[in-house]
């Protein structure tokens, strides 16, 4: 089996490396909780070890989980959720979701129609491909 170059020194397999960093960040568990769910797996390792690993090699984990996230779909719908009095402005809670029912964006803004809403936040946006 031919090692991962980014592994190359440590003592454990890249399997074991990426589970334990993969545990950490996706489900939130603590070191001491990794230590103890991988010797339930029969792999003995100190919670320091898994400290060093989420230090070392955690941060390309995270950048490659956010870019497997979940894209919006293709059609979006735009609701007027409630009108809001900050300051003596009156200003208007939008939500916007996609077909699936994903949460979009939730802006505050001054238009109350939404052309008007739609019109602001298409400013500066091509639309002539």
């Known amino acids: ?10 003592r454990y397999l890249p399997e074991i490396i990426s589970y ?9 568990l603590s070191f001491r909780d ?3 769910l991988l ?9 320091e ?11 390309n ?15 979006w719908y735009l609701d007027e959720i409630s ?4 300051h003596g402005t009156r200003m208007y809670l939008w939500r916007a979701v996609d077909q699936d029912g994903d949460l979009i964006n939730v802006p505050l803004t001054l ?3 939404i052309w008007d809403y739609l019109m602001w936040a298409s400013q500066g946006i091509d639309v002539t491909d």
């Open 34 to 36: 990794i230590e103890d």
């Open 83 to 86: 009108t809001v009095t900050i």
């Open 39 to 47: 010797a339930e797996r029969g792999v003995i390792v100190s919670y």
């Open 20 to 28: 334990a960093v993969c545990l950490y960040y996706r489900f939130t």
């Open 111 to 113: 238009y109350g129609t």
């Open 61 to 75: 984990y995270a950048r490659r989980l956010r870019k497997k996230q979940h894209r919006f779909g293709d059609y």
């Open 1 to 10: 089996m031919k090692r991962n170059t980014d592994y190359r020194g440590f």
């Open 49 to 59: 070890a898994v400290r060093f690993w989420c230090i070392r090699f955690g941060p």
